[in-house]
T-cell receptor, first 113, second 110 residues
Framework: EAGVAQSPRYKIIEKRQSVAFWCNPI?????LYWYQQILGQGPKLLIQ????????DSQLPKDRFSAERLKGVDSTLKIQPAKLEDSAVYLC???????????FGPGTRLLVL | SQQGEEDPQALSIQEGENATMNCSYK?????LQWYRQNSGRGLVHLIL?????REKHSGRLRVTLDTSKKSSSLLITASRAADTASYFC??????????FGQGTILTVHP
């Protein structure tokens, strides 16, 4: 079974630029999550999708972050404009209720200069 | 916001020794999960314990949960160098949302 795919793996941008990350979940997984992990901390949930609907985006900085999951499969997360404090690893995960285990992708490491 | 707090923040042991990590949380939970993260394999689910369970085993892993104290512990027996990683507890309060702690960095010396 193929795992969660993410791209790109690394991205370096300057502040105020925009960036987009892509995630393809495990086939058949209805729930998709985006997490932000700052160095030295645990992952923090940014947004959770159930199929193509948003379940929780309470911690998503909506003035600069946006995410979509068209057709309930793959998803993109965008930052526009980026700030220095957005430097982090962005993790995508998927799960298939009622199974509560989440499967994580390798992450995209973002550095904002 | 970070719900769980792991203790210790870092742990260094010799191969063959046991490693114990603790996690405390603040609000009621549905279940608690432990994950491992290393550079090679990313973040991987280890074990899940439900709020009505007190202890669970999986291979060399033993997890306990005390809901009255809002705490959990992860024991890794007979540690190996390959167990070197960061370990995170994550609580689930509702609809599958994971809230992670800060993690414990485990180093196992050969």
């Amino acid at each position: 079974e193929a795992g969660v795919a993410q791209s790109p793996r690394y991205k370096i941008i300057e502040k105020r630029q925009s960036v987009a990350f892509w995630c393809n979940p495990i086939s058949g997984h209805a729930t998709l999550y985006w997490y932000q992990q700052i160095l030295g901390q645990g992952p923090k949930l940014l947004i959770q999708f159930q199929n193509n609907g948003v379940v929780d985006d309470s911690q998503l900085p909506k003035d600069r972050f946006s995410a979509e999951r068209l057709k309930g499969v793959d998803s993109t997360l965008k930052i526009q404009p980026a700030k220095l404090e957005d430097s982090a690893v962005y993790l995508c995960a998927s799960s298939h209720p009622p199974v509560e285990t989440q499967y994580f992708g390798p992450g995209t490491r973002l550095l904002v200069l | 916001s970070q719900q769980g707090e792991e203790d210790p923040q870092a742990l260094s042991i010799q191969e063959g020794e046991n490693a114990t990590m603790n996690c405390s949380y603040k609000t009621s939970i549905n279940n608690l999960q432990w994950y491992r993260q290393n550079s090679g394999r990313g973040l991987v689910h280890l074990i899940l314990i439900r709020s009505n369970e007190r202890e669970k085993h999986s291979g060399r892993l033993r997890v306990t949960l005390d809901t009255s104290k809002k705490s959990s512990s992860l024991l890794i027996t007979a540690s190996r160098a390959a167990d070197t990683a960061s370990y995170f507890c994550a609580t689930v309060a509702s609809y599958g949302k994971l809230t992670f702690g800060q993690g414990t960095i485990l180093t196992v010396h050969p």
